[in-house]
């Protein structure tokens, strides 16, 4: 199953395990997932806001199996397209809203982890580009 595996491979898997894995804590503890995110107490203790974290971290778990499978189909070009676009876009709008809600800490990291993967992403570095 990984017989294909390298180094420059790791991100990719990462973000896939983070996604797949990360995502499915919401539904065992929806409010501890918000305050690891990185939104104030008074966010992460509504039942409202629990809803929608929920229904979130059901397309963010799909798409980590989305890249386990793209990675295991050995199409790796696709993998880096994901973590480009994703990481660029979601890590942006991650930033902003959790920066926004008053944690500059978590946003920067957020910011900075996801800009990061991105550059993989552009750079091809799973693909071997």
């Known amino acids: 199953m990984f017989e294909h595996s390298e180094l420059r491979h790791i991100p990719a898997l990462f973000t896939a395990t983070v996604m797949t894995f990360g995502g499915m804590w919401s539904y065992f503890d929806a409010r501890g997932a918000m305050l690891e995110f990185g939104l104030p ?62 944690n500059p800490r978590k946003a920067a990291f957020r910011l900075v982890s996801s800009g990061l993967l991105s550059a993989v992403g552009f750079a091809g570095w799973t693909a071997g580009r």
């Open 41 to 102: 107490d008074r966010i992460a203790s509504t039942l409202a806001a629990a809803a929608v974290m929920k229904i979130n971290n059901a397309r963010t778990t799909a798409f980590g199996m989305c890249m386990y499978t793209l990675y295991f189909r050995r199409e790796l070009v696709v993998c880096d397209t994901i973590l480009a676009i994703l990481g660029l876009y979601a890590g942006l709008v991650d930033s902003y809203v959790v920066w926004t809600e008053g």
